[in-house]
């Protein structure tokens, strides 16, 4: 079983990735953005390889996924963008690679365009049931059918 700690530091790992990447690119991620593409990462990551990059689940909020250690780490840059130093990890080649062509292809989007995304797709709606899009949800988003959802769309 793994630890809370380690499922932090794989999403820290995720994200710092992220945020630098991003900024070489010439882009600042919002918290928002930040999450979406942490959370599309993993999702096709886990559905092109069969394993997920961070085993911290993503939970189903208003404006789509949210993992919490990153929330609770960022959240104080709201809707600005976030501009403190951070260390870009040394993660392994196919990571990266991987991590790389999720910003290319959903780098360019904007995060609320992301989070639209999002709730159009069924892990999100799921996740959420029969409670409506504006209101509260602390239900987390299955991996499995996380999984399924996305390898559907790469066959």
């Keep these: 079983m793994i630890c809370e700690a380690e499922k932090y530091q794989e999403s820290t790992l995720l994200a710092d990735y992220l945020i ?48 919490l250690s990153q929330y609770h780490r960022f959240k104080g840059y709201k809707w600005r963008p976030i501009d403190e130093e951070i260390e ?35 892990p999100w709606i799921s996740a959420r049931g029969d409670i409506s899009e504006d209101e509260p949800c602390n239900a987390y988003i ?5 999984k399924e959802f996305y390898q559907k769309i790469a066959d």
């Design 20 to 67: 630098c990447e991003s900024r070489e690119r010439g882009e600042l991620l919002t918290p928002l953005k930040l999450q979406k593409l942490m959370y599309y990462a993993d999702a096709w990551h886990l559905a092109l390889y069969d394993k997920e990059i961070t085993p911290e689940q993503f939970q189903a909020w208003v404006h789509g996924p949210v993992a």
């Design 142 to 146: 299955s991996k499995k059918i996380t």
């Design 88 to 122: 870009k990890p040394d993660l392994k080649v196919e990571l990266k690679k991987h991590i790389d062509e999720v910003i290319d292809v959903f780098g360019s989007e904007t995060a609320v365009a992301l989070e639209i995304m999002t709730h159009k797709e069924r």
